[in-house]
């Protein structure tokens, strides 16, 4: 008997879930040496979670966006930078999905094969013959150093030709890494950058950025993922996230509530004072909205895509909408249990003070930002022309 989605999804939720102990156990060490420990990786590989966004014939399981979002929310509750990371890997995977069979099939060969990259065109591309040099850096490639092949993007000059944003895939081994990332949140990330330096990519592993864009296969054998845009599949790839530690805060907040006082007040516990109740049901209203905003978006994308119906401007824009709500109301809710958690929770030990610079970091990410996403937004119910070319 086949399996249907939501007995695959199920199983994958319950997957991560179970996984949250054992990955909890290596956040530590994961924070503070900015990058996922290996044995992490290693979970991550045995559940199945690098192969979500996998072409079956490579023995993937081209799993829908909701399912994403649902695995990226429990990954999220387990560690902010955890759940981060495998949602990156997944965008990438997806578009060489999109590339060239001969590309797919040197890329798929490697089992549970991880794919970082940037949607950022900060190197430039000279032609030659058989393909492209390429010279240049991208920042913030999350998971950089347990990749097996990244996903570049420049802008290729010819003498005879305008300049044209391309695409490629290269191996990781031929990339540099400059060790930067030192911060303060999503540092178990390893967003690092990465250095091209006379770098020859062949013809075949390239493509112009367009193609991606639109989610234009081409490929002869179209998957069940494939037929929506990149930027409303990137955009439900990587809400998860947000949501799972919005819940992680939840958690935390309720399960220290029973021994908490307020202090310099007459109560004994925290849980009776009526602040606290307005406190956490306006959080609690604030985590359902951002579900509701997260898997709106999700359900959008994959009936669209099952149904091979093209997208208006305006379901492109409200995509990242409903993404930027998401993470603008998952924020909110860890603001307002931050702030409920008295003083004891600004010490770096505090698994409180990590959420919320996690969710912090992840709403100034450049297309996660809810206030960008919500002026494109109004920008087109106002009549204008969206700003932007990523919708």
Same mark, same amino acid.
């Given at each position: 008997?086949?399996?249907?989605?939501?007995?695959?999804?199920?199983?994958?939720?319950?997957?991560?879930?179970?996984?949250?102990?054992?990955?909890?156990?290596?956040?530590?060490?994961?924070?503070?040496?900015?990058?996922?420990?290996?044995?992490?990786?290693?979970?991550?590989?045995?559940?199945?979670?690098?192969?979500?966004?996998?072409?079956?014939?490579?023995?993937?399981?081209?799993?829908?966006?909701?399912?994403?979002?649902?695995v990226a929310t429990e990954l999220g509750r387990a560690n902010g930078s955890i759940g981060w990371t495998a949602s990156v890997y997944w965008i990438p995977t997806w578009m060489v999905g999109l590339f060239p069979d001969p590309v797919q099939d040197e890329v798929f060969a490697t089992p549970d094969v991880r794919?970082?990259?940037?949607?950022? =065109?900060?190197?430039?591309?000279? =032609?030659?013959?058989?393909?492209?040099?390429?010279?240049?850096? +991208?920042?913030?490639?999350?998971?950089?150093?347990?990749?097996? +092949?990244?996903?570049?993007?420049?802008?290729?000059?010819?003498?005879?030709?305008?300049?044209?944003?391309?695409?490629?895939?290269?191996?990781?081994?031929?990339?540099?890494?400059?060790?930067? +990332?030192?911060?303060?949140?999503?540092?178990?990330?390893?967003?690092?950058?990465?250095?091209?330096?006379?770098?020859?990519?062949p013809a075949e592993r390239v493509v112009p950025l367009p193609v991606i864009l639109q989610g234009q296969s081409l490929s002869a054998h179209q998957s069940s993922m494939h037929g929506a845009p990149l930027l409303p599949v990137a955009s439900a790839s990587s809400v998860g996230t947000a949501l799972g530690l919005?819940?992680?805060?939840?958690?935390?907040?309720?399960?220290?509530?029973?021994?908490?006082?307020?202090?310099?007040?007459?109560?004994?516990?925290?849980?009776?004072?009526?602040?606290?109740?307005?406190?956490?049901?306006?959080?609690?209203?604030?985590?359902?909205?951002?579900?509701?905003?997260?898997?709106?978006?999700?359900?959008?994308?994959?009936?669209?895509?099952?149904?091979?119906?093209? +997208?208006?401007?305006?379901?492109?824009?409200?995509?990242?909408?409903?993404?930027?709500?998401?993470?603008?109301?998952?924020?909110?809710?860890?603001?307002?249990?931050?702030?409920?958690?008295?003083?004891?929770?600004?010490?770096?030990?505090?698994?409180?003070?990590?959420?919320?610079?996690?969710?912090?970091?992840?709403?100034?990410?450049?297309?996660?930002?809810?206030?960008?996403?919500?002026?494109?937004?109004?920008?087109?119910?106002?009549?204008?022309?969206?700003?932007?070319?990523?919708?």
């Amino acid at each position: 008997m086949t399996a249907t989605i939501e007995d695959t999804r199920a199983g994958l939720v319950a997957q991560a879930a179970e996984l949250r102990p054992r990955l909890q156990a290596t956040a530590g060490w994961t924070e503070q040496n900015g990058r996922l420990q290996d044995e992490a990786i290693d979970l991550l590989a045995e559940a199945g979670i690098f192969r979500m966004r996998t072409p079956r014939r490579y023995g993937g399981l081209e799993s829908d966006t909701r399912t994403l979002v649902e695995v990226a929310t429990e990954l999220g509750r387990a560690n902010g930078s955890i759940g981060w990371t495998a949602s990156v890997y997944w965008i990438p995977t997806w578009m060489v999905g999109l590339f060239p069979d001969p590309v797919q099939d040197e890329v798929f060969a490697t089992p549970d094969v991880r794919i970082c990259g940037t949607l950022s =065109p900060s190197a430039m591309a000279a =032609p030659v013959p058989g393909g492209v040099v390429v010279n240049g850096k +991208w920042g913030f490639t999350t998971g950089a150093r347990h990749s097996h +092949w990244q996903e570049i993007l420049a802008v290729q000059v010819a003498p005879d030709a305008e300049p044209m944003p391309i695409m490629a895939v290269v191996p990781s081994s031929e990339l540099t890494i400059v060790d930067d +990332w030192q911060t303060s949140a999503l540092s178990g990330t390893g967003s690092v950058t990465t250095v091209a330096q006379d770098l020859f990519v062949p013809a075949e592993r390239v493509v112009p950025l367009p193609v991606i864009l639109q989610g234009q296969s081409l490929s002869a054998h179209q998957s069940s993922m494939h037929g929506a845009p990149l930027l409303p599949v990137a955009s439900a790839s990587s809400v998860g996230t947000a949501l799972g530690l919005a819940k992680a805060a939840m958690e935390l907040f309720l399960q220290r509530l029973p021994k908490r006082k307020i202090t310099y007040t007459d109560y004994d516990s925290q849980a009776e004072a009526p602040l606290t109740h307005h406190q956490v049901a306006e959080a609690s209203m604030k985590i359902d909205e951002a579900e509701f905003h997260a898997y709106r978006l999700a359900d959008t994308v994959d009936a669209k895509t099952a149904a091979g119906e093209e +997208w208006s401007l305006a379901e492109r824009v409200a995509a990242r909408a409903d993404m930027g709500a998401a993470v603008r109301l998952a924020k909110q809710a860890v603001d307002l249990l931050a702030a409920a958690s008295g003083g004891s929770s600004v010490y770096n030990s505090h698994p409180m003070h990590g959420i919320q610079q996690d969710v912090q970091a992840i709403s100034l990410h450049a297309l996660m930002n809810p206030d960008t996403n919500a002026e494109l937004y109004g920008r087109t119910i106002c009549g204008q022309p969206p700003n932007s070319l990523y919708i």
